[in-house]
């Protein structure tokens, strides 16, 4: 049995292009406005305590302790208002 290799026709195949045979021209990297404010919001509140507890290091002391509460607190102030928001919106759609 001799078996031999189908020959290819690289101009069929989508995405076989030669050297000389520019491909597609490549679109930019689109992202929706909406994750961008997301992303945006969650390194602001990312980065608010650190600011504070970087200042603290300068010397003001109640700017350390509202860094820290900002720390122990976020997370339970965010679960709060997403509740909260997740009861009205289900209330209102009723």
């Known amino acids: 049995m001799n078996h031999k290799p189908a020959a290819r026709n690289n101009k069929s195949a ?3 292009s030669t050297p000389n045979e520019p491909g597609p021209p490549r679109r930019p990297p689109q992202f929706p406005l909406g994750g961008l404010l997301g992303l945006m919001a969650v ?11 970087l ?3 300068q010397g003001e002391n109640s700017a350390r302790l509202v860094g820290m509460l900002m720390i122990l607190a976020g997370p339970l102030l965010l679960v709060f208002v997403v509740s909260s928001l997740l009861s009205i919106l ?3 759609n009723r």
């Open 14 to 16: 989508p995405g076989n």
């Open 90 to 92: 289900r209330w209102w």
């Open 55 to 57: 200042r603290g290091q």
């Open 43 to 53: 390194a602001a509140v990312a980065m608010a305590p650190a600011y504070y507890i």
